[in-house]
């Protein structure tokens, strides 16, 4: 065969020769040998193999090699889109100011490229994936493009030359064919394999498709190929059905139909041949009565039978899933699909394969394209139902709903590709059926009003397809394409889908269905209102929302009508199919009442905008009766969940109730509920709308004017609760005005000012607080303009501050002054808090302010605000205040609160002179007011002779007729006037009038008004049926059987009006008799009133009354003319008896409490003064407690656990609690001030050498190298890094009490933030956390005057005391309690730090080993002290940094632990210090190696050597003595550091100027001259000066002046001073004065007794301090001699030890960049150093810069993740991280971790935790400023409070 011979050619040869071939004419052979060379390379039997790629990428390239083909074929790109692909977690931006689509995004690499300066952009994670728009005018403005896709490249790219890509055009097809027989080969049905093999499958294909993949990336020419191949229809029928001989073909094919079968599709050839019957033959027999919508799956109905097997099982019969026979338009939309070319093919596969990520982003990839896009598309929604069908049955839905938007977001963003597909592919059709189908699955029977008879459906909320959202994808392409108005027209316009729409959007009228439980808890809480608030939110109100804002003009006034008409129609259809007729069904509650909603919001957006007349839009009084009991109902369960009513319902039914009035929730739920009330009561008759109020509220019983009744429906507990509630809703009823009048922008200021009042909010909270239209294109878009405006008018900015506890604040929006002043809205507020809290802390605040501002001080009500004048079509809302039956509610309630009845509170006095006053502001316009009393006549039926308020206020009422019962007080009453009463009443005279007077009682009952104008409106012909309804009195109709005492009917005498009962109940509150004087009225200014308790408010209603009418004003003179003390109600009912005595008590035991807290308060004040000064420098050192006793008594110590005071013994210790932890921030300072940059860009780099870790690291193993081991390890400290710090908090317990609290806390299994058994415990008396307790030494605290006192002894006295001292031998100390603690405290210091930071010696554990680690802790602890007080001692000993220093016990435990070693005395360091010796040149014959020169030696590390290893306590003359032998060995290794910096010449002429200083006396204390002998000296030694002269002279270009000598000398020898001072300061107790920066040397001298006399800092002279004990220049000769003894020998390199410099600048963490952009683009992406792999959670050290892994595993190392590895190694377990994808710090510390917070924030001052908002951040400075002081002081323990354990996974 020729294809075998091809074969084994090269295949670059073969390409090249194959080319050639096609070029011709006459290209037959070519061709037939390219079909048999692909027929045998592509063979699909042949599984994938690596070898048919290689063979397609030579042949494409056709000769020349693949990567050279992809240059040439990209030179010729034409597009001018970005196009760029990316999945899930891809970082992305979007720029609102560009985009004109919302779902506009761009690839970081177009953002940046553009400009964006000044735009609300926000940087994102993509969800679902995406693909980069720049370049696309559909999608966003031009004026956003990136530099390289705002030129039109295309029109300059030369055209594409024929043969380049003819061998594609020949390969390709052949390639993906291939491809389509492997996935119809690979497929098995779910039936078949249980575990299916898809992802195998998938796998082989991997290489295929990235191959696919690169070719789109080639550019425009290549896509232009492939878009041919993928859609020719010819090419695919040759290619797909196979040939006749082809066998493979023929099979492959047959399986490809099947698979179509078996997925419920028919192609279109079989479709006549009952291809319907297909999936219906195996049903199981029960499923038989469904009838199916088309010929659906077989797989769904098995689903849907499972299902009802399970629904079976749980004994819950009725709710079977109900099918509907088929009310789409169109079955073939569901089942039919034909495929005509390979890209329909492939996109078939995809959606059976689940959305593999590959495919989607090689079909994305190809969009940029437009033929194909359009293609593509069209494909798309051709597959649609079958993408719903798959998605449904799939187990990842989440996946897949991801990937299934990530595709349509990108085809149906674009306006004119989605209209292009709704004309010609009818888009809308399907989207709708597909929706309807899918909701189909899952319905049940409503029990909605009418369990057994009800015909209404609902979707079941507990299926998975609503609780797990699966509808999503589809919903939301379906609001997608709603936001383009060409297309939300055509839905408008056609009437059958609209009517669809409805019946979809009644599926979720009604359901969730509440029903409260009223005898026990319910076992099982559900939790399915989360799926059904979703579902009404996503699925009917935001493409409500939608709709909404193409219907904002004139011209689409017949849209609006449309809508409203099937509304109403779909309405009347639901309320006749759950059989409502008047009455709601008790106890049943649903939230969901979309049709409702969908009517308001469309009334509301016709009326505002369109300027439509509200009664054309409504129906007539019988069908709004019926709309507003939905919605009424559920404004009474609000109130009765809050009164505890529903509580056996569980928590859940509050999550309902707060949910439904949550921000995200509240415009599409409570708004349009409370708006559709508003216009049901501004149309229906008022008394009948005020009636059902209180009945629905079930308050009727309790409005009546006897002092007892029974309620037949609430508990008395939860009487008062529903009425306030009631009136509350009448409030807000008549008061709100969001959709009646208010502008959006009055709306956004009202929702702004009301959030603000209840709490302070950030920025971003505020954004999610105020409910914005759901809908991204309405034009407020938070962040808008508008928003940034409003919020500047009415808040202040308060910038993030730190509170002393370290807590971190955010950036917070407080409201203006006036904004309190004019526009705190209690009503506004009440109803848009979630939480009941929330409108305290508005009221406490406002009280707050109104004290502040002097307005007010005692505890305000509420402000009463004025409305925003009504729309005129809704001016009938305000008879609602204008009706008798509110009158008579507001007399009783009055009346009721003036008479002390039960259940009525201040809330509901509040309520009622809201509503009187709401009622005076809004008078009805068209009745004249008329001013003269009413004749009497009048006033047989009603209480009240009209309706106006205001001439009602002032009408007196004599009688009123009650029910009470037997037992209440009135009866009694009635008897003992009987009894008074001998004489037969008819004859006495005041009988008549009283009977007279009782033809005038008025009997009121709510429910018979309601039944009667219920009846009125329903049979306005009917006369008679009127008549029959019979008034019955308000308490008989709810009798329960065999209630309590009978009901009788008595008269009560109230002689009052509203006025008058006003009046008496502002005497009552003020508890003054005459409150209100006649002259009051006169002087009163309504202006004044607006803030201010209940008398305010009383006192403004009854200005407001007498200004507007003249009647009004006379009688209220009247009434307080007559001053006459009111009779105060008598207490005879035993009720009101103990609700005095509950007051009273309440009263005592408030002022009980009151007295205790005050009393608390002061103990808890006592105890902050004494445990907690921080402040003042008595306390510094906690020994000074005793310090008021005389000073040779023993100090005592107070155990904060058993209270005891006395001294510590040896017997029983007392200890300090302290925290050791190992540190390494010393280590990390370096010389210079400024901190290094963290890199971010591949040029900069950190260099760690530098830094003073790493300097004493190579001094110490460079003397290692020549020096005798033992001899080094007291030649320097160790614990720069990873030394024990030592803090505590001051307070002392008696070690045995620690012991025993140590227990207790481990069997205490409480969590708890540290780990017992590590000896972790929080100190009893503060909390601190603490590790370990310090004993404290017996006896005196510090030394007496004994010690102290200023010897006269000669130097070499004391020098030869001193030695003595150190001759002692250690005594071993006898073992005591006290001596086990001590050792105890020593193994915890051990276990401090790792093991790598305590040996240093060449043979690990010996004792040198340990004797450097014990000093090095006293170092590292004097050292930190010195850093906490700012590097210098400057500011003396009130330094706060310092604490509460625990240095003195801790050098008596290291002291005792030392004296164990005694130092042999041929190696003491003291003599060489004080005696000339003779010289050891012999010693270097043996082969052991010199003792280490003590120029080379650090002389800190010696003076707390010699301190330590003698005898405690020292005097304070030998202390001094030591210093100053060591400061004269410090100031000569000064002048040899400083000689080698000089230049050759400079050291000539000052050697020259010290020899002629030598002979004048004083010599040894003048520096020329001791500097003069140390160069003569040193110059023996032959390398001393020449190594480093180049680098000398580049150092030295200065010339040095005596003076910058001495300056130099004098900071040389600083960091010494302050050292011996500091530990002077802590072991004899010497206070340290603070000075000026220049003065402290000599301050330092002179507390240290160094200088004989102190001079003025100016001229004060460093050698001037030196007291030699022997001949100084014989001592220094001594020095250098054994430098120089080096030179001659091998250890000649360490000569360099010479130069040192023992100064160091603070630590600091590193310098951040300003902005945090830079970080983040230039780490996220930044790959892994171990594995190369991008980190999931890249982190950085803030304090050395290493990038790590965040529990990455690629990084792990014995089970230890990166992150806990590097704070073990760069901070000795204390590590700072930066976070790069979540922008937060987290510090950890050992075996713990916190969250620290933020140190970047954006323009609002808040942090973004995770970058979820993507607004730009920038550093705060005072937060990284907090945290690096948190770090060096080593209190993150103290105050960081979250901490958690890390089980070494960070």
Wanted: proline share 5%; glycine share 6%; hydrophobic share 35%.
């Amino acid at each position: 065969m020729m294809a075998a011979s091809l074969l084994r050619r090269d295949k670059k040869s073969t390409a090249a020769h194959l080319k050639a071939d096609l070029k011709r004419t006459d290209n037959s052979s070519g061709l037939r040998q390219l079909q048999e060379l692909l027929d045998s390379v592509l063979n699909p039997e042949r599984g994938s193999d690596p070898e048919a790629l290689e063979w397609c990428k030579w042949l494409l390239a056709g000769g020349d090699g693949f990567d050279e083909f992809c240059r040439t074929v990209r030179s010729y790109d034409n597009a001018t889109l970005c196009g760029l692909v990316w999945t899930a977690n891809f970082v992305a931006y979007r720029c609102r100011t560009c985009g004109i689509s919302p779902c506009m995004s761009l690839c970081a690499e177009c953002f940046n490229n553009g400009d964006h300066t000044g735009h609300d952009f926000n940087m994102f994670r993509s969800q679902a994936g995406g693909a980069c728009d720049c370049g696309d005018g559909n999608v966003m403005r031009e004026s956003g493009f990136c530099s390289r896709h705002r030129l039109k490249t295309g029109e300059n790219v030369p055209s594409v030359p024929r043969d380049l890509l003819l061998m594609s055009e020949m390969v390709l097809p052949r390639f993906i064919i291939t491809i389509i027989q492997y996935l119809r080969d690979g497929y098995t049905e779910p039936e078949s394999a249980a575990d299916r093999d898809l992802q195998k499958v998938l796998q082989q294909l991997e290489p295929h498709i990235s191959f696919l993949e690169e070719l789109t990336k080639m550019g425009g020419a290549m896509r232009t190929v492939l878009t041919k191949i993928l859609t020719n229809q010819q090419t695919f029928k040759e290619l797909s059905m196979g040939q006749e001989e082809n066998v493979y073909a023929k099979r492959n094919y047959e399986k490809y139909l099947s698979a179509l079968k078996s997925s419920g599709l028919v192609s279109v050839e079989e479709k006549g041949a009952g291809g319907a019957g297909a999936g219906a033959t195996d049903t199981p027999a029960g499923a038989g009565a469904l009838s199916l919508l088309g010929a659906t799956a077989a797989a769904s109905l098995e689903d849907s039978n499972k299902e009802e097997d399970q629904d079976g099982l749980q004994g819950v019969g009725q709710r079977k899933r109900v099918k509907l026979s088929s009310s789409t338009k169109d079955p073939s939309i569901m089942d039919t699909l034909k495929h005509k070319c390979f890209l329909e093919e492939l996109l078939f596969w995809t959606i059976k394969y689940e959305f593999p990520q590959k495919m989607v982003t090689f079909l994305l990839n190809m969009l940029p394209d437009q033929d194909y896009k359009i293609t593509f598309t069209k494909t798309f929604v051709q597959h649609y139902a079958f993408i719903m069908k798959t998605l449904m049955k799939s187990h990842e839905s989440d996946t897949m709903s991801n990937r299934i938007v990530h595709i349509s977001v990108q085809l149906f963003s674009n306006e004119e590709l989605a209209r292009h597909v709704t004309e010609e592919c009818q888009l809308l059709d399907i989207m709708v059926t597909v929706l309807l189908y899918m909701m189909e699955s899952c319905l049940i029977k409503s029990e909605l009003q009418d369990e057994e008879n009800n015909r209404h459906v609902v979707v079941n909320c507990g299926e998975a397809l609503l609780k797990n959202n699966t509808y999503w994808p589809l919903v939301s392409d379906f609001i997608n394409i709603l936001s383009h108005q060409s297309v939300a027209k055509r839905f408008l316009e056609d009437h059958s889908l609209l009517l669809l729409w409805m019946s979809f959007v009644s599926f979720f009228q009604g359901m969730n269905l509440n029903k409260r439980e009223l005898n026990e808890h319910v076992e099982f809480e559900s939790q399915t209102y989360y799926a059904a608030f979703a579902a009404e939110l996503e699925a009917c109100a935001q493409p409500m929302w939608g709709l909404l804002t193409h219907c904002k003009v004139k011209e689409t006034q017949e849209y609006t009508k449309t809508v409203v008409r099937y509304c109403l129609e779909t309405l009347q259809m639901w309320f006749d199919a759950i059989g409502f007729v008047d009455e709601p069904s008790l106890n049943q509650l649903t939230f969901h009442l979309p049709l409702h909603r969908y009517y308001a919001m469309f009334l509301s957006k016709g009326v505002k905008c369109q300027g439509l007349d509200l009664d054309s839009l409504l129906p007539d009084q019988e069908m709004l009766m019926k709309i507003m009991v939905h919605p009424l109902q559920i404004q009474a369960s609000l109130s009765e969940i809050h009164s505890n009513m529903w509580v056996r319902n569980g928590l859940q039914i509050k999550g309902q109730a707060m949910t439904y009035v949550q921000s995200h929730f509240c415009n599409s739920m409570i708004d349009p509920d409370i708006y559709l009330l508003q216009v049901c009561a501004s149309r229906l008759d008022p008394d009948y709308f005020i009636s059902s109020v209180f009945e629905r509220f079930k308050v009727v019983d309790l409005l009546t004017m006897a002092s007892q009744h029974q309620n037949a429906v609430l508990d008395s507990e939860q009487e008062r609760p529903m009425l306030e509630g009631a009136l509350t809703f009448l409030v807000i009823l008549s008061s709100l005005r969001i959709h009646l009048g208010m502008s959006d922008d009055e709306i956004l200021r009202a929702e702004m000012v009301s959030q603000l009042c209840m709490n302070d909010r950030t920025h971003s909270s505020l954004l999610d607080l105020i409910p914005e239209n759901p809908n991204p294109k309405s034009g407020v878009v938070p962040g808008s303009c508008s928003f940034e405006e409003m919020l500047s008018a009415v808040a202040d900015f308060k910038a993030p501050v730190f509170e002393p506890g370290g807590s971190m604040q955010q950036g917070m929006y407080t409201p203006k002054a006036e904004v309190w002043e004019k526009e705190f809205d209690p009503i506004m507020v009440i109803l848009r808090t979630v939480y009941r809290r929330d409108v305290q802390s508005a009221m406490d605040r406002y009280a707050a302010f109104l004290k502040q501002s002097g307005v007010h001080t005692g505890n305000p009500w509420p402000p009463y605000k004025e409305r925003t004048p009504l729309h005129p079509c809704y001016k009938g809302l305000v008879r609602l205040l204008h009706c008798k039956t509110l009158h008579i509610v507001i007399f009783t309630l009055l009346y009721k609160i003036w008479m002390d009845h039960q259940n009525m509170s201040e809330h509901v006095l509040c309520m009622v002179l809201y509503l009187i006053e709401l009622g005076l502001d809004n008078q009805v316009q068209d009745d004249k007011v008329e001013e003269e009393p009413c004749i009497e006549e009048h006033c047989h039926d009603s209480w009240f002779p009209g309706t106006s308020l205001l001439s009602n206020l002032h009408h007196v009422i004599n009688f009123v007729r009650v029910r009470v019962p037997e037992t209440a007080p009135e009866v009694e009453r009635k008897r003992e006037r009987e009894r008074e009463r001998e004489t037969p009443p008819s004859t006495s005279s005041e009988s008549t009038t009283f009977g007279q007077n009782l033809r005038e009682a008025q009997v009121f009952s709510l429910v018979a008004e309601r039944r009667r104008k219920f009846q009125e409106i329903i049979n306005r012909s009917n006369h008679e049926a009127s008549q029959a309804v019979r008034p019955k009195s308000s308490s008989s109709r709810w009798l329960p059987p065999g209630s309590p005492p009978q009901l009788v009917t008595e008269i009560l005498e109230i002689r009052e009006s509203m006025l008058s009962l006003l009046v008496k109940l502002h005497q009552k509150l003020s508890a003054k008799q005459n409150s209100l004087s006649l002259s009051w009225l006169a002087e009163v200014d309504p202006a004044h009133h607006a803030h201010g308790d209940g008398l305010t408010a009383i006192e403004r209603i009854l200005a407001k009354a007498s200004a507007r009418s003249r009647h009004s004003k006379r009688c209220l003179q009247e009434i307080c003319g007559k001053v006459c003390p009111p009779i105060p109600p008598k207490k005879n009912s035993p009720g009101d008896k103990k609700s005095m005595d509950k007051e009273e008590r309440r009263q005592r035991a408030r002022e009980r409490q009151q007295k205790l807290l005050a009393e608390f308060a002061s103990r808890q004040k006592s105890f902050m003064e004494t445990a907690m000064d921080v402040e003042s420098p008595e306390t510094d050192a906690v020994m000074d407690v005793g310090s008021a006793e005389p000073l040779d008594s023993e100090v005592l110590y107070d155990c904060v656990i058993c209270g005891q005071s006395g001294p510590s013994t040896e017997d029983r210790p007392t200890g300090l609690v302290v925290l050791l932890q190992a540190s390494s921030v010393l280590g990390h300072r370096c010389r210079s001030d400024t901190p290094k940059r963290l890199p971010t860009t591949d040029e900069e780099h950190i260099y760690p050498e530098d830094t003073c870790g790493a300097t004493n690291d190579v001094r110490l193993s460079l003397m290692q190298r020549y020096f005798k081991d033992s001899s080094c390890l007291q030649s320097v400290s160790v614990g720069w890094d990873g030394g024990v710090y030592v803090q505590t908090c001051g307070h002392t317990l008696h070690i045995d009490c620690h012991k025993s609290y140590m227990e207790s806390l481990r069997n205490d299994q409480v969590l708890q933030g540290f780990s017992v058994d590590k000896g972790e415990f929080t100190c009893p008396l503060c909390r601190q956390f603490a590790n370990s307790v310090l004993p404290c030494r017996p006896g005196r605290g510090i030394e007496t005057p004994a010690w102290h006192a200023p010897s006269n002894k000669s130097m070499s006295t004391l020098v030869k005391e001193v030695e003595d001292l150190q001759e002692q031998l250690g005594i071993f100390p006898a073992e005591s309690n006290l001596s086990k603690e001590m050792e105890s405290v020593i193994k915890d210091i051990k276990n401090t730090t790792q093991k790598k930071y305590m040996d240093y010696g060449k043979n690990p554990g010996s004792p040198d080993n340990d004797f450097l680690f014990m000093y090095s802790v006293a170092r590292t602890n004097l050292e930190l002290e010195l850093v906490h007080r700012g590097g210098n001692l400057c500011s003396g000993g009130a330094s706060a940094a310092a604490k509460r220093s625990c240095l003195n016990q801790l050098f008596h435990v290291l002291a005792m632990h030392m004296r164990l070693y005694s130092i042999d005395s041929a190696y003491n360091p003291w003599t060489r210090l004080t005696q000339s010796t003779y010289s050891r040149e012999t010693e270097f014959c043996d082969d052991e190696r010199p003792e280490v020169p003590m120029l080379f030696r650090d002389v800190p590390s010696l003076l707390i050597i010699f301190i330590l290893t003698m005898p405690q306590p020292l005097r304070k003359e030998h202390f001094t003595c030591v210093v100053k032998v060591l400061y004269s060995l410090q100031y000569t290794q000064a002048l040899a550091a400083l000689s080698i910096r000089f230049s050759r010449e400079e050291r000539l002429a000052w050697s020259n100027t010290g020899a002629a200083k030598k002979n004048m006396p004083n010599s040894d204390k003048s520096w020329e001259s001791l500097l003069g002998h140390v160069i003569s000296e040193l110059t023996k030694a032959k390398d001393v000066y020449d190594t480093n002269s180049e680098e000398a002279l580049m150092l030295s270009s200065s010339v040095w002046s005596p003076q910058s000598i001495e300056f130099t000398l004098q900071q040389f020898c600083l960091p010494f001073l302050r050292l011996s001072c500091l530990l002077q300061h802590h072991l004899y107790g010497d206070s340290l004065p603070g000075c000026q920066v220049e003065e402290e040397f000599s301050l330092l001298t002179g507390c240290l007794s160094l200088a004989g006399s102190v001079q003025s800092s100016g001229s004060m002279s460093s050698a001037a301090c030196l007291e030699w004990n022997l001949n100084a220049f014989d001592l220094i000769n001594q020095w250098c001699s054994e430098v120089i003894a080096l030179s001659s020998s091998p250890s000649q390199q360490s000569v360099s030890l010479l130069v040192q410099d023992p100064q160091w600048a603070a630590p600091r963490l590193l310098h951040l960049p300003d902005n945090y952009n830079t970080i983040f683009q230039y780490y996220h992406r930044k790959s892994c150093t171990s594995c190369g792999k991008t980190p999931k959670d890249p982190a950085l050290c803030l304090v050395c810069g290493a990038f790590v892994c965040l529990k990455g595993h690629c990084c792990k190392q014995q089970g230890v993740c990166e992150c806990v590895l590097h704070s073990q190694h760069c901070g000795a377990a204390t590590g700072i991280f930066l976070l790069v994808n979540a922008s937060v710090i987290i510090i950890i510390r050992g075996h713990r971790f916190c969250l620290w917070g933020s140190v970047y924030l954006d323009a609002h001052g808040e942090e973004d935790r995770d970058l979820r908002r993507g607004k730009p951040l920038y550093l705060c400075e005072e937060r990284y400023r907090v945290l690096e002081q948190q770090w060096v002081s080593h209190t993150f323990d103290h105050i960081n409070k979250r901490w958690g354990p890390h089980y070494n996974g960070l």
